[in-house]
């Protein structure tokens, strides 16, 4: 009796059995009946392999070839002078050379009929994140996740967004130049974070991973400048030179008449000994204008930048004022 699929069979007393080409997708079992009425099924035999007939991956990731054709001999051969005799190669560290097709032969164990088929094999560029494994953060303080540097090796491409996620912390994606911030460091923020930086969307995403250890680090020295400015504020003024009071909190203990400088792109913008500093932002023709704060000797400097981007709307210059470059606030 020879079975194909499950719901179909037909009743044979040759001793060769013959299978119609369209049947050639099935799987096969034979039942023997002798003259007593005593049956036996045979194991069931493969007619085909199967797998995937396209592998999307990433250039650096491991290509591995597999159609679970079962007991046999395999030939393998593609792109790049590839060839195995393994019944599932790999290629490590695949990159754009390698895409296209493989064919493989199989010849199924107690079996005279060759099977060919093929895999369309398609690498995307992928990404590389290079990242510090640690990181010692000092209690209280604001800590800005360092940016990555976006350059391209052979067989990359560049990172388009960058995913955090860690203690506290629920993951978020943004822009690859855009880190985040976490404004006071606490026992709670210390721990493993996954750094992702990501290109393209859909099929065609390759990412790149790292984790990074933040440690608790206690100083009673440790001195800082934070600014805390909203992240998006418009100053209503339509004008250029508008006056702006620029909020800041220090940790740790200065120095009684500290000073601190507004500094800006194009030079120091106004002095202070506590905040907030009333700073004019100053006519400028560039589109945007990074403004920070440090101590007058420039030892302690603000992990964050304000940046003043300019607007023209209607014959009008709007300021608006934000935290960037190195901020986007994720827990406070």
């Known amino acids: ?31 023997i009946t002798n003259s007593d009425n005593c049956t036996f099924l045979t194991p069931k035999v493969e007619s085909v392999l199967k797998n995937d007939s396209e592998v999307v991956l990433c250039s650096g990731s491991t290509l591995v070839l597999n159609k679970n054709g079962g ?36 010849l199924q164990e107690n079996s005279t009929c060759k099977i060919v088929e093929t895999i369309n094999v398609v690498v995307n560029l992928g990404v590389k994140l290079q990242y510090p494994s640690s990181i010692e953060v000092v209690e209280n303080s604001q800590f800005v996740f ?10 990359q491409t560049f990172i388009e ?34 750094i992702k930086g990501i290109t393209g969307q859909g099929s065609s995403s390759c990412q ?14 440790y001195r800082g400048i934070v600014l805390d400015y909203p992240p998006l504020r418009i100053i209503e003024n339509s004008c250029p030179n508008t006056w702006v009071d ?68 209607k014959m009008k210059m709007l300021h608006f004022i934000q935290i960037m470059e190195y901020g986007v606030t994720i827990q406070s």
Do not use: C
Not at 84 to 90: K, Y
């Open 208 to 221: 790149s991973t790292a984790k990074v250890v933040l440690s608790l680090k206690k100083d009673a020295t």
């Open 1 to 31: 009796m020879l079975f194909r699929s499950v719901s179909q069979s037909r009743y044979l007393t040759d001793a060769k059995i013959s299978v119609p080409p369209s049947a050639t997708s099935y799987g096969f079992q034979v039942l």
């Open 246 to 313: 620029l909020a800041f909190r220090i940790i740790g203990s200065f120095p009684v008449g500290t000073k601190f400088v507004v500094n800006s792109d194009v030079g120091i913008l106004g002095v202070g000994t506590s905040s907030p500093i009333k700073v004019k932002t100053p006519q400028y023709r560039t589109s945007s204008l990074d403004i920070w704060i440090s101590t007058e000797d420039g030892a302690i400097v603000s992990a964050k930048k304000v940046r003043i981007s300019t607007l023209r709307m």
């Open 146 to 155: 360092p940016t990555i540097s976006n350059k391209t090796g052979p067989n």
């Open 71 to 106: 007991k046999g001999s395999y030939s393998w051969n593609g792109p790049n002078q590839f060839s195995s005799n393994l019944a599932s190669p790999s290629i490590p560290d695949i990159t754009k050379a390698a895409a296209g097709v493989y064919t493989v032969s199989f």
């Open 161 to 194: 967004y960058i995913s955090y996620s860690g203690p506290d912390m629920y993951e978020r994606t943004l822009n690859w130049n855009y880190p985040v911030s976490i404004d006071h460091f606490e026992a709670k923020n210390a721990g493993t974070y996954t």
